[in-house]
């Protein structure tokens, strides 16, 4: 079925439901960021978060874009909002080379360490 024939008969393409549209922002994001079309790639993300505003892989996607733009401040913001959204992987932040511009901030090193705190202490109260 086109677009037209949706039209004409009063259905929405599947493509409105807002999960989908979410999940295509995210994707375009991604292929954004791999050709450094940085830009484009914010744009895309915060799409994603305007639908999902605690997609905590949107803000950690937006983090990787804004770093590699060399936009610290705002990539530490993302970054942030990322952990405080549910992004809990410290070794994944600390080797993922779109965020090794960051590595050298006192503020990406408080975050990773409180991640790994925090699997320390959840890992200790475990039977």
Do not use: W
Request: proline letters at 5%.
């Amino acid at each position: 079925m086109g677009l037209a024939y949706l039209a004409r008969t009063g259905e929405k393409p599947l493509f409105e439901s807002p999960e989908v549209a979410a999940a295509i922002a995210m994707d375009q994001g991604i292929r954004y960021l791999q050709i450094h079309r940085f830009d484009k790639a914010i744009g895309e993300f915060e799409k994603v978060l305007k639908i999902q505003p605690q997609n905590e892989i949107a803000y950690y996607n937006l983090a990787c874009a804004y770093a590699l733009k060399g936009d610290k401040e705002r990539a530490l913001e993302a970054l942030e909002r990322s952990v405080e959204s549910g992004f809990e992987d410290p070794e994944h932040i600390e080797k993922d080379d779109d965020l090794a511009s960051l590595r050298g901030e006192p503020r990406f090193q408080a975050l990773v360490q409180k991640l790994k705190l925090k699997r320390a202490t959840e890992d200790s109260e475990k039977p």
